[in-house]
């Protein structure tokens, strides 16, 4: 399968790779933590059929530009305004994976006049609960082995075949290019910092992220969540506290497959957003 092409365009300070395709509403698909626009190659050109797509490399990640000295959530938030300005996009809906959906929560507070429908797929930000090999991250030279691992074919092969359900969906071609842009300059540093910042030794810093929690109820716009059954990184439970703290939402949980649905299931996942951002 072919990957769109590259385009890049200035969001403030930073460089930023992007994929459009399509025509109609604007959709915009923000990835997770360390990952990239190829985590959705098995979505774009399917959701290109009703909405005009947009996938990009958040600042630090994929090949956007590496040097940010400031990844708050603030920062976040107006970096996805920031872009969709730069497309001419006023209102548009957002489709986030991990931490992208933590990121597009932190935008439905930030700009919810802005938003027009949200889809949560296993999105970060929801509570405290992570795997002992992400808090591990916080331990000083520990944490910058683990950073150097990932970006070698052995350790992004380990890492990508133990978030999903079957292993097998992780392709050889596809660990490759993963472990190519994670040994770009500054990615292995980039992932450790924004990693830091995020977690503690207990897991997801619920200090950064209970002033952004207590809005997440102030949501209004309709809003799927859809997450895998067996995620091995963010509990099922998490779903279910979006789905309670959201009033316009329903949910979607996937059987037989872990973190990353849009690329584990992805006729199902495409389906399920085609028909969600149809309806009324």
Known sequence: MEDPEDKYVKVGEVNTRYWVLGQGSPLLLIHGLGASCEYWRYNVRALSQGCRVYAFDLPGFGRSDKRIDDYSLDFAGEFVAAFLDAQGVDRASLVGNSLGGGVSL???VQYPH???????????????????SFRLLKIPLLGEFMAWAWGTRPGMRLTLRSIVYKPRVMTDEFVDQMAELARLPGAREMLLSVARMGIDFRGQNMKLLEP????VPEIEAPTLIIWGAQDPILPLAHAQIAHQMIRNSRLHILDRCGHLPQIEKPEEFNQLVLGFLGSN
């Open 106 to 108: 932190q935008f439905a």
């Open 114 to 132: 802005r938003l027009e429908k949200l889809v949560l797929v296993d999105s970060g930000g929801l509570g405290s609960e992570l795997p002992l």
């Open 212 to 215: 952004f929690l207590s809005r």
